[in-house]
């Protein structure tokens, strides 16, 4: 009974905070209409920069950048580290550089450095003259390393103690420090004379041993060291197969200058299972907020390049004109054996990316899984083999016709079951990224053997 009361209030208090935010929503949208700076400003300090982002993000962006306009000093680097980065490089070029200033001041290093990546080089290096000497030395580093990188997430902020100090050591360092420190970690990385990291104690270890307790005695190993240009998706894969809260990054010649922590990594990974998602679909990224122009531009050359497979595909079937014309039912059925094809092959695809992106699927289990899901393609083709051969037979009469249809579904989806694990391997071997234009190749490979397959079958069988 607690567990069912426990659903409804959680479910309440969704529906809760939906109702809350529509509210927000329509709050802010007419303050802004009203040209009302004093309310904007109000309604965006009073909320989270977390849910202020997400309110600001179902606005337009006009209305957006109309509430830059009216209250600047709203959009703190909080809020602009969260909102989207569509939204984000709207908002930074309405703000003055002594603004954006003022705004990453407080910020982590890599949040500091993610709004200014934004920005065009000569308005980052307005930014970068009105922060402090250090602060400009640790932001320009970030620049240094390619986006995506290990070296452009990370932040610059950490704590490390020499391998002699001992638990009451680092914790007066750590309450002098104060305001120094980073705002969230949690490890003390031990270095030696030279900087190199030799372990990491975490922060609750120290806080429950005696002052005494040399901290190489608690010292844990490091399960990895990060080089600066690693891709920030290996970067995650390690925090999850590590199931690591924070990680040392160290530069070539092994000392230690950064640190990446799990907060950052979530924000990785999903960003790399929507990269995912959409590229599977044949899409760019395009945020809420873009028009129709944008999402043409993200859209069409992959609609071009189906259209071209289309074609190819339309070719195949030209080749068969006089079964087609001779056996008015083959057009009927042709359809269904190449969807079957197009929806098995997706199937497998997907799978077969999700097992590249974590890792799963390698060089030594290859030739097993494709097995598998050739096996799989024959026993899925033999099954709707049956049940296809008799909706022919008792829509068409027709024992030679539901045999050719039967056999089709079989061929096409063996091939299918192949193409959707071969072609993301062939592309990931080829160096190209798997989820970008998989689903192009294998809807063509589906779509021209289903087609061949069937209506060679039927030359052979029925004419």
Known sequence: MSEISSEIEFEDDVQSTVDTDIVAVARLAAAIADDDAASVREQIEDMHPADAADVLEQLSTDQVRQAARLAPEAFTGELLAELQWDLREDVTDLLEPSQLADAIRDLESDDAALV????????REQVLSEVSAEDRTMLESHFEHEEDTAGRLMQRDFVAAPDFWTVGDAIDHMRQAGEDLPDIFFDVYIVDAVFHPMGAVTVSQIMRSPREKKLTDLMGDLRVRIAPDVDQEEVAYLFEKYRLFSAPVVDEDGRL?????????????????????????????AGLSDGVID????????????LMTAILASGVIALFENALATVVALAVLMPIVASMGGNAGTQSLAVAVRAIAARDLTSANARRVIIREILTGVVNGLIFAVVMGLVALMWFQNVQLAGVIAMAMVINLAVAGLAGIAVPLVLRKSGADPAVSSSVFVT??????GFFAFLGLAAIILL
């Open 257 to 285: 200058t950064g640190m990446l922590t799990i907060d950052d990594m979530v924000d990785v990974i999903q960003e790399e299972n929507k990269e995912d998602m959409l590229a599977l679909a044949g899409v760019n990224d």
């Open 295 to 306: 999402s043409v531009r993200s859209r069409a050359p992959w609609l071009l390049v189906n």
């Open 116 to 123: 200014l990546e934004e920005l065009d080089d000569d308005v």
């Open 444 to 449: 063509t490979v589906t779509d021209v053997i």
